[in-house]
């Protein structure tokens, strides 16, 4: 069974930093697509950026040039450096990837961004 597990969210003031990290455990295959969603309250859960086993990347647009995914394929672990952080950033995180014909999601991770 493959298991996400997210790390790094927590409370950072509006113009601070902060990087998640998200380990996939339970395969022996490197993982597809990585990708990172995020889900405020109230709203619907939308794609922050996803990079693929060959290292293409893709971003909202609500995040360009402020956040950068980057991924590990040795060890099926992906990471958002995310900068320049708004309020309007805050929500739960979750790390996504695909094995073959089946996909995964972490139990996400909380980002809370003061103004």
């Known amino acids: 069974q493959v298991q996400l597990v997210e790390s790094g969210g927590g409370l950072v003031q509006a113009g601070g930093s902060l990087r998640l990290s998200c380990a996939a455990s339970?395969?022996?295959?490197?993982?597809?697509?990585m990708a990172w969603y995020r889900q405020a309250p109230g709203k619907q859960r939308e794609l922050v950026a996803s990079?693929?086993?060959?290292?293409?990347?893709r971003y909202a647009d609500s995040v360009k040039g402020r956040f950068t995914i980057s991924r590990d394929g040795a060890k099926n672990t992906v990471y958002l450096q995310m900068n320049s952080l708004k309020p309007e950033d805050t929500a739960v995180y979750y790390c996504?990837?695909?094995?073959?014909?089946?996909?995964?999601w972490g139990q996400g991770t909380q980002v809370t961004v003061s103004s």
């Open positions: 339970g395969t022996i295959f490197t993982l597809s697509a």
């Open positions: 996504y990837g695909t094995v073959g014909p089946r996909d995964y």
């Open positions: 990079v693929t086993r060959a290292g293409s990347t």
